[in-house]
């Protein structure tokens, strides 16, 4: 993984120090707290429902067996004891005190890391493919060019307040995109030359977005030669700077831009500003991008055998844990003798995505046990161990068990993600956490989950859409009715490479109905699929919400 | 009238006030400006060498007053100008000012950027307005050259933080190279 240099390193340290003068000049009271705001929020500190919370930046996911022993300990100095990965792959800590972060962040930063830029109106985390650089239908690791990213948009002095925040998204597997590009403001995702010598370069994606207006990204540009990924970065930032709406901060992300010029003109302001850029000194240079992939070669893999078989037939194991956990949790790996172990943070019971001290410090030893002292966020809220001998699955598997970390259901309908809703967020109008923990206990019975197969059900406690309902292939969208808590259901969502909005399915349900609600839905699916080959997602586009309204509501005139 | 470097602090002129501004070295410093900027009604100075600036639009109504006065003029223009429709009109004159109406609004960044390297200004350029010391950093960065405080905001926290970073990743004004040009 990418190592700083003193560059690198410099810039984080020096961050820190600064933060730590605008702290005390805040407490001081020489700026006030609209002044000291955005310089907060652009070091990852918010202001939530009861206290200050601080979002740390995993860039692309990525962590070291070190680092998340610090984010572990960081948790237990500053914190309650545990940490919340969110689903853009980082990790927020809901307790900490303001006149303690600087301390916090300088012990990040012995760990090359940082909370740069991780909210506020400028240039976000860049997040990617959890199964970057692993994955067997991956034409380019994404992660080099996300690094390349990162450095161009850390602290860039032209794009620091944005009409709003701005996300990017870099995939390089262009038939699987599992980094949700459609849905950010910059989808980037490597494909192939357009001859069978040329080298790969981008297509380029803009105006994704969900919150309250989601669109799906349009492509602004067909093919990107690699050299000039940042000059065309910084012509739609600066396109974006200047004409993005600053009048209205719920019509200032750049998809209203997008929509309000349409696609084509959009792209023609990009090409006329990036036409004058292109060709100056941002041009990646060789030696940079070598530089840079260096960091991101391949462990030292052994020679192996495939393991395929092996692991199918885990996954058929009398031990019905292990089967389980083999057949849901674990992927192939582009090296043969190697998988892809998923670590599910959706635990029957627990908030999405939280992990406690002891857990991140058991990954981390398992880490290094087992798979190069590497760790993955994915956007869905799980970890990754990504280099794991596949011989090795069985123990692994005890050792997750025994802290609650082998939950069977990656890719299930209970692996769901949602935000921190109206527990911890003070924008909320509803709870999300708790009708998570109520959906995966009811569906108790773990043939039934594997039985329904890949679903995505995701939450979000208010419009603003940080769990993403837009995009599950079941959404659930907490809504304020009288000061009570209800829940509009939506289908058909997906963030990938089919993405789609889903859409509302009918009514919104009190608390009390929408569990059930969901069992219903899921009911209705099972009983009508062609086949088990017929995914949920495939089922709703093809039969239509009549079904599902008719066992829900009793009637398809009910809307 | 250049300003001068302030040593110590002396009472002020009336008029006058003091800035961060960065030297010929590319040292940030306190100095003393005595530019009066003036509204499109507003009478000239009665000093006749004190230098003024005025909007574009004024600067092409009283053209001939201007050059008259022994005082240099330079241009005031909100943070929200196209560059592409006024930097002609910029490009001889001794210092630029650009109005940053509300610190968060970003466009003035790209303005001043724009101004420095795509229509190539080589004068003194000015942020005023709602000017504030952590910001300071990226306005010099995209190529600013002095600031005015906004009221009540200290210089010498203005100068701290014009130095608070050693290294950036982003090509500037004066070094158009991106780090990866320039590591060793």
Redesign the interface.
């Known amino acids: 993984m990418y190592r700083y240099?003193h560059?690198d390193q410099?810039?984080v340290d020096?961050?820190v120090?600064?933060f730590r003068?605008?702290i005390s000049?805040r407490l001081s009271g020489?700026?006030t707290e609209d002044?000291f705001k955005?310089?907060r929020l652009q070091n990852g500190v918010y202001m939530q429902l009861h206290a200050y919370m601080l979002r740390v930046a995993i860039p692309y996911g990525l962590l070291s067996s070190d680092q998340l022993r610090m984010l572990a300990q960081v948790s237990r100095t500053y914190d309650r004891g545990y940490g919340h990965f969110s689903t853009r792959q980082n990790i927020q800590y809901n307790w900490p005190r303001l006149q303690d972060v600087p301390d916090l962040l300088a012990d990040l930063a012995t760990v090359q890391m940082h909370a740069i830029q991780t909210s506020g109106?400028c240039i976000r985390n860049t997040t990617s493919d959890h199964l970057a650089g692993v994955a067997r239908d991956e034409l380019v690791d994404p992660r080099v060019y996300c690094e390349?990213i990162r450095?161009?948009s850390?602290?860039?002095?032209?794009?620091?307040?944005?009409?709003r925040k701005f996300k990017i998204a870099v995939t390089g597997a262009p038939t699987a995109d599992r980094a949700a590009v459609r849905v950010h403001d910059i989808g980037v995702r490597a494909i192939p030359g357009p001859g069978p010598d040329d080298p790969h370069g981008f297509q380029i994606l803009v105006g994704g977005g969900l919150g309250r207006t989601p669109r799906i990204a349009e492509i602004c540009r067909e093919f990107l030669p690699r050299e000039h990924l940042?000059s065309y970065l910084e012509a739609i930032l600066?396109v974006y700077?200047?004409y993005g709406r600053?009048d209205n901060k719920f019509k200032a992300r750049i998809k209203i831009l997008v929509g309000a010029l349409g696609i084509e003109a959009f792209s023609q302001q990009v090409e006329a500003e990036w036409a004058?850029i292109r060709d100056?000194?941002?041009q990646?240079?060789q030696?940079?991008f070598d530089?840079v992939a260096a960091d991101f070669a391949d462990p030292g893999y052994a020679a192996l055998e495939s393991s395929d078989l092996f692991v199918q037939s885990l996954a058929l194991s009398k031990d019905r844990a292990l089967g389980r956990f083999v057949a849901s949790n674990v992927i192939p790996h582009k090296q043969p003798g190697y998988s892809i172990v998923m670590i599910s943070l959706k635990a029957k019971g627990k908030p999405p995505g939280d992990a406690t001290a002891e857990q991140m410090e058991l990954v981390a030893e398992l880490a290094d046990r087992y798979g190069f002292g590497r760790i993955v966020v994915a956007h869905e809220q799980n970890l990754v161990l990504p280099d794991v001998e596949s011989r090795h699955l069985p123990d692994l598997h005890a050792r997750l068990s025994a802290l609650d970390l082998a939950e069977p259901n990656i890719g299930k309908v209970t692996d769901i993600i949602a935000c921190p809703g109206l527990d911890y967020c003070n924008l909320a109008n509803a709870r999300s956490i708790p009708i998570a923990t109520r959906i995966s206990d009811k569906i108790e019975d773990l043939d039934y989950l594997h039985d329904l197969g890949d679903i995505s059900l995701n939450i979000s406690g208010c419009i603003n859409a940080c769990g993403h309902h837009h995009v599950g292939n079941i959404g659930i969208l907490g809504i304020d009715k009288q000061g009570e808590e209800f829940y509009q259901l939506m289908l058909g969502g997906s963030p990938g490479d089919d993405a789609s909005i889903g859409k509302i399915l009918g009514p919104a349900l009190p608390s009390a109905e929408i569990v059930d609600a969901v069992a219903n839905v899921l009911r209705t699916y099972i009983d009508n699929r062609e086949s088990a080959d017929e995914r949920f997602l495939d089922y709703v586009r093809r039969a239509g919400f009549e079904p599902f309204k008719e066992q829900l509501y009793g009637s398809n005139d009910h809307v | 009238m250049v300003p001068t470097t302030m040593s110590e602090t002396p009472e002020l002129h009336p008029g006058a006030r003091r800035i961060v501004r960065v030297g010929a070295s590319g040292k940030p410093e306190i100095a003393i400006d005595h530019w009066q900027r003036l509204g499109d009604d507003d009478p000239f100075p009665s000093l006749d060498a004190l230098p003024v600036l005025v909007t574009l639009a004024r600067a092409e109504r009283d053209r001939q007053a201007l050059e008259q006065r022994t005082g240099a003029w330079g241009v005031w223009v909100p943070g929200n100008a196209d560059p592409e429709q006024i930097a002609e009109r910029l490009r001889d004159r001794v210092l630029v000012a650009i109005e940053v109406t509300k610190?968060?609004?970003?466009?003035h960044?790209?303005l001043a950027?724009l101004l420095r390297d795509?229509y190539g200004f080589t004068g003194e350029l000015r942020a005023f307005g709602d000017v504030?010391p952590?910001?300071l950093?990226?306005?010099q960065?995209?190529g600013y050259s002095s600031f005015e405080l906004a009221p009540g905001k200290?210089l010498e926290?203005g100068l701290?933080?014009l130095t608070?970073?050693?290294?950036?990743?982003?090509?500037?004004t004066t070094d158009?190279?991106?780090?990866?040009?320039r590591?060793a």
């Not at chain 2, 610190?103 to 466009?107: E, H, I, K, N, S």
């Open positions: 240099d560059y410099a810039l020096q961050r120090a600064q003068d605008q000049r020489e700026i002044e955005p310089l109106n390349i450095q161009w850390t602290l860039h002095p032209e794009f620091a307040f944005l009409p940042l600066r700077n200047r600053r004058l100056g000194a941002m990646l240079t030696a940079e530089r | 610190f968060t609004d970003g466009r960044y790209s950027r795509r504030l952590d910001q950093s990226y306005m960065r995209c200290s926290t701290r933080c608070a970073f050693s290294v950036s990743y982003q090509g500037n158009p190279r991106p780090l990866y040009r590591r």
